[in-house]
């Protein structure tokens, strides 16, 4: 998994893997287009614009539009949240929730799945590298992050071991990384919300974006591709 890939490929838009230590494309912290995943891809195909984004540690599906017309189609699934994200990782069960700060506290019991972890968000600590969950819409935070219905939220479809599956249909920033550490449950290797004082990475981010599902841009049809979870 160390070299990006074309998993599958329309006239309207082409599902490809990014593999982890990788960026999905420009940002405002790496304004380089060279060596991220959109620089990669235009190389292969005639490209319009990328769907969506995976942190530079998390590896698996993006959705790439390769004309307007599809990537208006695929804009209003998004927005309209009926283009659906999942997502598998590889969690520690921990206290660490009480160790990093900026955390609200999360009382509730963590009940069998399905079930929803939802929040606002805001940036936090040094260069705003990191993201904090928000359960009030007060004043206190100026910049605060709220999902066109509210709340972001992560659904958790199954929990097998210490695997949890996702799913989210609108994302922010570290959403998903965020909220499991916030319940207890950060994933394994993640650098920024399971390494404590300064407890450095052994591997990869264990955290896998292995399903896409949404509608194809002209015909319509419900389409769902996959690799494997965890």
């Given at each position: ?20 230590k990788m ?23 005639p490209c ?183």
């Amino acid at each position: 998994m160390d070299s990006p890939y074309i998993l599958e490929e329309t006239d309207d838009f082409a599902v490809v893997f990014k593999p982890p230590k990788m960026h999905c494309a420009p940002s405002g912290t790496n304004s380089q287009k060279d060596g991220t995943l959109l620089e990669w891809y235009s190389t292969q195909s005639p490209c319009f614009d990328i769907m969506h984004r995976l942190d530079f540690e998390t590896h698996g599906l993006v959705l790439f539009a390769k004309n307007k017309k599809s990537y208006d189609a695929l804009k209003t699934l998004q927005d309209n949240g009926e283009f659906i994200k999942e997502y598998s990782a590889i969690c520690t069960k921990t206290d660490v929730t009480f160790q990093l700060k900026g955390f609200p506290e999360y009382s509730i019991n963590i009940p069998q799945p399905p079930f929803v972890i939802e929040s606002f968000f805001r940036p936090y600590g040094p260069g705003r590298k990191l993201v904090r969950p928000v359960i009030e819409d007060g004043k206190k935070h100026k910049e605060l992050a709220k999902d066109k219905d509210g709340f972001y939220k992560t659904e958790i479809t199954s929990i097998n071991g210490n695997v949890f599956t996702a799913r989210i249909k609108r994302g922010f920033r570290h959403q998903i990384r965020c909220h499991l550490c916030w319940i207890g449950f950060p994933i394994q290797n993640d650098p920024l919300y399971s390494c404590v004082d300064g407890e450095g990475q052994i591997g990869n981010l264990a955290l896998r974006a292995y399903s896409l599902v949404f509608n194809e841009p002209v015909s319509g049809k419900r389409c769902e591709y996959r690799i494997a979870a965890y």
